[in-house]
């Protein structure tokens, strides 16, 4: 085998890598800053949930606009309904790009990452007892 060829192999890996793992990378600052609005939006909530007022400033862009504290509430909900499902998407995606990067490196797949919590009804399927049980 001559260098070229093993060199342009070696290039080829190392980029393919790299471009696998700045994905991950970059998925999981996209969640970090999708969960920093998720607090700030359970912030406003919060906020919204003490206030006594009927109608409350809300900022959009560069704009204020005083609106009715339900419609406020209701499009902070709507938001946190959208963030909720960007995450667990980005979350499923990025188990896949994990899987791609240790195929790229020749390693096995890791076992029991792509587990998922079981829901309600599969909780109460099993029959733990309450003081056991997640709340």
């Known amino acids: 085998m001559n260098v070229p060829r093993q060199s342009e192999r070696i290039v080829t890996y190392l980029t393919d890598l790299e471009q696998a793992a700045e994905e991950i990378l970059t998925d999981r600052q996209t969640i970090i800053d999708y969960d920093r609005k998720r ?6 909530l919060r906020h919204l949930k ?23 509430e209701d499009m902070i909900h709507k938001d946190q309904v959208k963030l909720d499902t960007s995450i667990n998407e980005i ?4 188990k896949k790009k994990v899987d791609r990067v240790r195929d790229i490196e020749e390693k096995p797949a890791l076992k029991g990452y792509n587990l998922k919590p ?3 009804d599969e ?13």
């Not at 409350?56 to 609106?67: D, E, R, S």
């Not at 909780?123 to 709340?135: C, D, E, F, T, V």
């Open 39 to 44: 607090n700030a939006n359970r912030e406003s």
């Open 91 to 94: 979350r499923d995606n990025l």
């Open 50 to 72: 003490n206030s006594s007022e009927k109608k409350t400033w809300i900022a959009m862009g560069n704009n204020f606009f005083k609106l009715e504290k339900v419609a406020v």
């Open 118 to 120: 079981l829901n309600s």
């Open 123 to 135: 909780m109460r399927g099993l029959n733990i007892p309450q003081a056991y049980q997640h709340h």
